[in-house]
């Protein structure tokens, strides 16, 4: 067979199973998708969703009378009379200090091709008023939990001394409390529950840019993994401790609409990974190929086309398994079991096809190489692109040194491939 023929063929190959992997890749982004969209409603129902605590807010409200002058017919005349009437008055407020403490517990949970990074929170926040009006008010204090379908338990809501725990009523995730103030009162807010959530906790001081005095919040994790949210203010203070990290907000005067939070543990999503693998796995076989036929034109070694189509198929066979198994097993062992099924794919034919020290040596560095080793940069985040520079400046290099003394035009045209030896 003629070398272009030869390579021509080999590329049919390779495309051929480039459109197997693309329809694998689609399979399980819809796999993915499919138990995402029934997933993630049944684990927010059961343990909740991103939370975004508010600040209570605060309003005073108080009434005044004030003459009111109207015209009414007397006699018939028309007389101008004046009398008092009631008039509402209502003011929103600002706490003038904060003070939060925050516990979190990652509580990492996989369903499916899914992991669900799910935690409990132990929150407490003591706020401070002070009372400038010139006038007596009364005061609603109004709180909003940061997510109205969740649960929270151990829940207290006192409000100058007063306990309002028991006989405030959550309408919409929103529970009120409302206190006689005087002219310079100062009084304490205090709020505390545990509940959980998922992915983020966040807390916003405000709607929108304001100013916040004394401002200090305290959040304890129990993992190391600390990630800060988009547009958030990072902590003043950071430090490890027992369990994970203390971090630290400490303000005197503030002026932000940013939140402050905390993204919890991520990890690994098993389908978003058998989908990257899929849809990266023609680059890892080009490479093998590539190779593959170096080394077989170089020693004269005849490895038909045919043996490259199976050859892609032990190939396909990696991925096909992990695919497949990665909802049922953990990621690693899946990954395991896919590589040492498809490494024995290849070592074992090509033992038939060529010898066994070209299998055992040649074929399974190369699959080691192209196929378990650029799958494991997909593990890392922002690793793959590098991987694949190396690979291919290191496989470049290669080439070069093998075949900068060869004369192709003879080696291809004038050199018959021998058959390959019988094992």
């Not at 590329?11 to 982004?29: K, P, Y």
């Not at 990266?280 to 076989?285: K, M, N, Q, R």
Request: net charge negative.
């Amino acid at each position: 067979m003629a070398a272009a023929v030869r390579i021509g063929l080999i590329c049919v190959v390779f495309f051929i199973s480039s459109i197997g992997w693309l329809i694998l890749a689609g399979v399980t982004e819809h796999r993915t998708q499919q138990q995402s969209s029934v997933l993630d409603e049944r684990v927010g129902g059961l343990w909740g969703n991103p939370q975004l605590q508010t600040p209570p807010q605060l309003s005073a409200e108080w009434t005044t009378e004030e003459r009111v002058r109207s015209t009414v017919l007397q006699n018939g005349k028309e007389v101008e009379v004046a009398r008092l009437e009631p008039v509402q008055h209502s003011e929103a407020q600002g706490v003038a200090a904060t003070s939060v403490d925050v516990q979190l517990h990652s509580d990492l949970r996989r369903k499916g091709l899914m992991w669900y990074s799910l935690y409990d929170v132990g929150f407490r926040g003591v706020w401070r008023y002070q009372h400038r009006l010139p006038v007596a008010a009364q005061l609603v204090v109004a709180f909003q939990f940061p997510d109205a379908a969740g649960v929270y338990d151990d829940f207290s809501f006192v409000v100058d001394g007063t306990d309002f725990t028991a006989t405030s009523s959550a309408e919409n995730g929103l529970v009120k409390a409302v206190v006689p103030v005087q002219p310079g009162q100062e009084l304490q807010i205090s709020v505390a529950y545990e509940s959980r959530g998922r992915d983020s906790w966040a807390y916003a001081p405000a709607k929108g840019t304001s100013i916040h005095k004394d401002f200090v919040l305290r959040l304890h994790t129990d993992f190391s993994d600390i990630d800060f949210p988009e547009q958030s203010l990072s902590p003043s203070e950071r430090a490890p401790d027992e369990a994970g990290y203390a971090l630290i907000w400490r303000f005197a005067h503030l002026v932000t609409g940013q939140s402050i939070g905390v993204l919890t543990p991520q990890r690994l999503q098993p389908g978003e990974l058998a989908g990257e693998l899929a849809l990266s796995a023609p680059v890892s076989l080009g490479f093998f190929f590539a190779v593959l036929f170096l080394l077989a034109t170089l020693r004269g070694i005849d490895i038909h086309p045919i043996n490259y189509l199976l050859l892609a198929g032990a190939f396909f066979a990696f991925h096909l398994l992990f695919a497949y198994t990665a909802d049922r097993l953990p990621v690693e062992l899946a990954f395991a079991l896919a590589s040492a099924t498809s490494i024995a794919l290849v070592v074992s034919y090509l033992r038939l096809v060529v010898s066994n020290r070209f299998a055992f040596l040649e074929a399974a560095l190369a699959q080691l190489v192209y196929l378990v080793g650029f799958s494991l940069a997909h593990f890392w985040k922002g690793w793959t692109g590098l991987t694949i520079t190396l690979l291919a400046i290191l496989t470049l290099a290669a080439v070069m040194q093998l075949t900068g003394r060869v004369k192709w035009s003879e080696l291809l045209a004038q050199r018959p491939a021998r058959p390959a030896p019988t094992p």
